[in-house]
């Protein structure tokens, strides 16, 4: 039973971490203080998925 719940909770945080990115300005906004602004065009292609993927782990 604990490796079930250890897999939800990674799931759950997984996921509210991935759309606290996805639906803010959070991530373009650390990016671009530290100077990484260029690869804010590419982060759809990686946080939709993953996005998706804790969903189901979930």
Same mark, same amino acid.
């Given at each position: ?23 803010? +300005? ?11 602004? /260029? ?9 939709? +998925? /993953?996005? /998706? ?6």
């Amino acid at each position: 039973m604990d490796k079930n719940k250890r897999l939800l909770r990674t799931g759950v945080n997984g996921t509210l971490i991935v759309a606290l990115c996805c639906f803010t +300005p959070l991530l373009v906004i650390l990016l671009a203080a530290v100077g990484m602004s /260029a690869f804010t065009g590419h982060l759809d292609v990686v946080l939709f +998925p /993953a996005l /998706a993927f804790f969903i189901g782990l979930t």
